[in-house]
Nanobody
Framework: QLQLVESGGGAEQPGESLRLSCTGI????????IAWFRQAPGKERGGVAR????????KYADSVKGRFTISRESAKNAVYLELHSLLPQDTGHYYC???????????????WGQGTQVTVSS
């Protein structure tokens, strides 16, 4: 059963911005550590950003630090990933994932959405 749904992907030019949303279906995002992952064509899926349950500590991959921001909006049962100063290498399928344990940017999350595509090109 799908627990998370992503939205907000699209095609943008380098330097532009996007906001991705991850909404819990039955799952309550406040009860989980939530992370965003991306998979570029021909590459393995890798962690991009994470926000912890409770205190909301964040962690970012070096490649997106200073450009991406992860945040949580409890009232909408959603976690967002804001992407700024987009680069062509940000192209990929973006997934959100949830886990009770904090796997930081590792792959062992329990629940996954189906993802949303981000394409950055001029």
């Amino acid at each position: 059963q799908l627990q998370l749904v992503e939205s907000g992907g699209g095609a943008e030019q380098p330097g532009e911005s996007l906001r991705l949303s991850c909404t819990g279906i039955v799952l309550i995002v406040d009860d989980y550590n939530i992370a965003w992952f991306r998979q570029a064509p021909g590459k393995e899926r890798g962690g991009v950003a994470r926000i912890t349950l409770g205190n909301g500590f964040t962690k970012y991959a070096d490649s997106v630090k200073g450009r991406f921001t992860i945040s949580r909006e409890s009232a909408k049962n959603a976690v967002y990933l804001e992407l700024h100063s987009l680069l062509p290498q940000d192209t990929g399928h973006y997934y959100c994932a949830a886990a009770m344990l904090d796997y930081v940017l590792g792959p062992a999350y329990d629940y996954w959405g189906q993802g949303t595509q981000v394409t950055v090109s001029s």
